[in-house]
């Protein structure tokens, strides 16, 4: 069992930085890929960004390749998502994921999730 906590969204302007940060429990979490989804009003959820369980291998959504980064402590049990050059279209509730695979991630079908954390980017 993992649990998942979010922390960091907030009101921003374009042009802007966050870090998220997701806080997991379980023993096992060095052993999970971990993801951030997101979720516009009126829109699906979607894929953002995933990494490997080992941190050594990452993905990402095209429309944040180049702006996002995430990152992951295990030691911390804790997973990142750096997003600059936020975009007013970036505003979503944030939720950090976890799943054994990472196919399950990007498939937007995770075993876990958190409660998620507000972005809002003002233009």
């Known amino acids: 069992q993992v649990q998942l906590v979010e922390s960091g969204g907030g009101l921003v302007q374009a042009g802007d930085s966050l870090r998220l940060s997701c806080a997991a429990s379980?023993?096992?979490?060095?052993?999970?890929?971990m993801g951030w989804l997101r979720q516009a009003p009126g829109k699906e959820r979607e894929f953002v960004a995933a990494i490997s369980w080992s941190g050594g291998s990452t993905y990402y959504a095209t429309s944040v390749k180049g702006r996002f980064t995430i990152s992951r402590d295990n030691a911390k049990n804790t997973v990142y998502l750096q997003m600059n050059s936020l975009e007013p279209e970036d505003t979503a509730v944030y939720y950090c994921a976890a799943d054994p695979a990472i196919a399950q991630l990007m498939g937007v079908t995770p075993t876990y999730w958190g409660q998620g954390t507000q972005v809002t980017v003002s233009s």
């Open positions: 379980g023993r096992l979490f060095s052993s999970y890929a």
